[in-house]
């Protein structure tokens, strides 16, 4: 039978949980005072005025157009990302072809070219679309990604076995149906981790927007930049905005978190 934890790994788990939702209650702190907060007493108890600050959110910047550009972004390039790279995937993991391993191979190296060295050349190809200012251009370049292959390609290796693949295609599945019947349901859990971390990276992505929309055309961190663009940074009004952005973030988090438990437990039982 397995030991049951002690009182001090609890007392250890409880600690880093709160050091990791502190940052977010300290925001939220910071939001529901005004400015005063950062040079008066320290206090940990919420003040009154969050929705007040959050109203001049709304105010100073075009806040639920940017919060719309980023939902339409960042849910189009997850699930692009998952169904492109678990069809990857599983063509890399369970399909023979020639120069599979090469063709795998520079997948994985792109992940060493840093992105900012492509923003000029990307930024070209996009006014030359006539893409430049429009939501196409933050889109389309993200609609896969190296990493989402590599990660979808190393779970489906051990999750599916070979004979389960050519069990499926004997019985007359055409190769499209064994991977919506036999791949998709394994890759579930490495799939929602895959769109967690993507829409993430895509909700909290601030450079290449930056670069390529219009100030009348943001995503939800371009807006929020402008909120501290001033002499004068009211951190009351920017944390507030912080903590408004941060929210379907947890939200999305809340709604995959039993997958991405499976899918870490599943990974830690294999190793």
């Given at each position: 039978?397995?030991?049951?934890p002690?009182?001090?790994?609890?007392?250890?788990l409880?600690?880093?949980?709160?050091?990791s939702?502190?940052?977010?209650?300290?925001?939220f702190?910071?939001?529901?005072?005004?400015?005063?907060?950062?040079?008066?007493?320290?206090?940990?108890?919420?003040?009154?005025?969050?929705?007040?600050?959050?109203?001049?959110?709304?105010d100073?910047?075009?806040?639920?157009?940017?919060?719309?550009n980023?939902?339409?972004?960042?849910?189009?390039?997850?699930?692009s990302?998952?169904?492109?790279?678990?069809?990857?995937?599983?063509?890399?993991?369970?399909?023979?072809?020639?120069?599979?391993?090469v063709?795998f191979?520079?997948?994985?190296?792109?992940?060493?070219?840093?992105?900012?060295?492509?923003?000029?050349?990307?930024?070209?190809?996009?006014?030359?679309?006539?893409?430049?200012?429009?939501?196409?251009?933050?889109?389309?370049?993200n609609?896969?990604?190296?990493?989402?292959?590599f990660?979808?390609r190393?779970?489906?290796?051990?999750a599916?076995?070979?004979?389960?693949?050519?069990?499926?295609?004997?019985?007359?599945?055409?190769?499209?149906?064994?991977?919506?019947?036999?791949?998709?349901?394994a890759?579930?859990?490495?799939?929602?981790?895959?769109?967690?971390?993507?829409?993430?990276?895509?909700?909290?992505?601030?450079?290449?927007?930056?670069?390529?929309?219009?100030a009348?055309?943001?995503?939800?961190?371009?807006?929020l930049?402008?909120?501290?663009?001033?002499?004068?940074?009211?951190?009351?009004?920017?944390?507030?905005?912080?903590?408004?952005?941060?929210?379907?973030?947890?939200?999305?988090?809340?709604?995959?978190?039993?997958?991405?438990?499976?899918?870490?437990?599943?990974?830690?039982?294999?190793?």
């Amino acid at each position: 039978m397995m030991k049951r934890p002690s009182f001090a790994i609890y007392g250890i788990l409880a600690a880093f949980v709160l050091g990791s939702a502190f940052p977010f209650y300290w925001s939220f702190l910071v939001a529901s005072r005004d400015n005063s907060v950062l040079t008066g007493d320290f206090t940990l108890v919420p003040g009154g005025n969050f929705w007040t600050n959050a109203s001049r959110v709304f105010d100073t910047v075009p806040f639920w157009k940017a919060l719309g550009n980023s939902f339409i972004v960042s849910g189009t390039v997850t699930f692009s990302v998952v169904l492109l790279s678990t069809l990857a995937g599983f063509a890399f993991a369970k399909l023979k072809f020639r120069g599979r391993g090469v063709l795998f191979l520079f997948v994985v190296a792109t992940l060493a070219v840093p992105t900012q060295l492509g923003i000029i050349p990307l930024y070209m190809a996009m006014a030359e679309f006539g893409w430049a200012g429009e939501l196409e251009a933050v889109i389309v370049p993200n609609l896969v990604t190296a990493f989402g292959v590599f990660w979808m390609r190393q779970y489906l290796v051990d999750a599916i076995p070979d004979e389960l693949v050519e069990a499926a295609r004997m019985d007359g599945c055409s190769l499209w149906r064994a991977f919506w019947h036999v791949a998709l349901p394994a890759a579930r859990p490495a799939a929602a981790m895959l769109g967690v971390f993507t829409f993430m990276q895509s909700w909290n992505d601030f450079l290449w927007p930056l670069v390529v929309l219009n100030a009348d055309n943001p995503t939800l961190q371009v807006a929020l930049e402008k909120l501290q663009s001033g002499y004068y940074v009211d951190y009351s009004l920017v944390l507030a905005g912080t903590t408004l952005a941060t929210v379907p973030v947890l939200i999305v988090f809340l709604v995959l978190g039993r997958q991405i438990v499976a899918g870490v437990m599943q990974g830690a039982v294999k190793g």
